[in-house]
């Protein structure tokens, strides 16, 4: 199944509307963009996963939205898979970001909505809403990290890198999946 992404012309548009938008939840768009965090991994983000002093994003654990009593309540739970715990090296501009992002936070959870944690499903409804905004045509959640694993080989990342930065169990699961985009740089170094 070929993956959804954006392109790169999108995703400038994505990155401008979501730095200059006051809702600073919108920043996850941009940190999913630069890291290729799930979305429930994005959410249960904490500041205690950020090393600021090494420039690492430790993924640890994951979130996902749930009932309990009839009442919609959000679980942290362990991470997708064994390999989906995982370190990410921050390029030193999301750095800085999240940096300026930590002083203003009310809330232990990197996305918040004030002093609250915020749902998946609401979370990704946002996504869709400013996605229409922008006049952009509809791609999931996950398209975001498609685009940063579709960027990160269009870059030259070698795929073993970006498989664990991925949280993948091999660089096959990688290879299988963004084959496309090996393509066309293939061609382009032709």
């Not at 999240?98 to 409804?125: H, N, T, W």
């Not at 922008?134 to 791609?139: G, N, P, Q, R």
């Not at 498609?146 to 269009?154: C, D, Q, Y």
Request: hydrophobic share 35%; charged share 30%.
């Amino acid at each position: 199944k070929e993956v959804s992404c954006f392109s790169l012309a999108e995703q400038k548009k994505i990155e401008q509307a979501a730095l200059s938008n006051k809702k600073r939840k919108l920043i996850g768009i941009v940190i999913c963009l630069y890291s290729g965090l799930r979305i429930g991994e994005l959410l249960a983000l904490t500041w205690n996963d950020i090393d600021f002093d090494k420039n690492i994003l430790s993924v640890t654990k994951t979130c996902h939205d749930g009932n309990e009593n009839g009442k919609h309540i959000r679980i942290i739970d362990t991470p997708k898979t064994e390999n989906s715990r995982r370190q990410i090296p921050l390029p030193k501009t999301l750095v800085k970001m999240l940096k300026e992002m930590k002083k203003k936070s009310k809330c232990e959870f990197v996305i918040a909505d004030g002093e609250r944690p915020v749902f998946i499903r609401s979370y990704q409804r946002m996504f869709e809403l400013f996605l229409k905004k922008l006049k952009l045509s509809h791609k999931g959640f996950h398209s975001l990290r498609h685009t940063f694993a579709t960027r990160a080989l269009e870059c030259g990342m070698d795929v073993k890198s970006l498989s664990e930065i991925l949280g993948h169990k091999n660089a096959m699961i990688t290879l299988n999946r963004y084959a496309h985009s090996l393509w066309e740089h293939k061609a382009e170094m032709m």
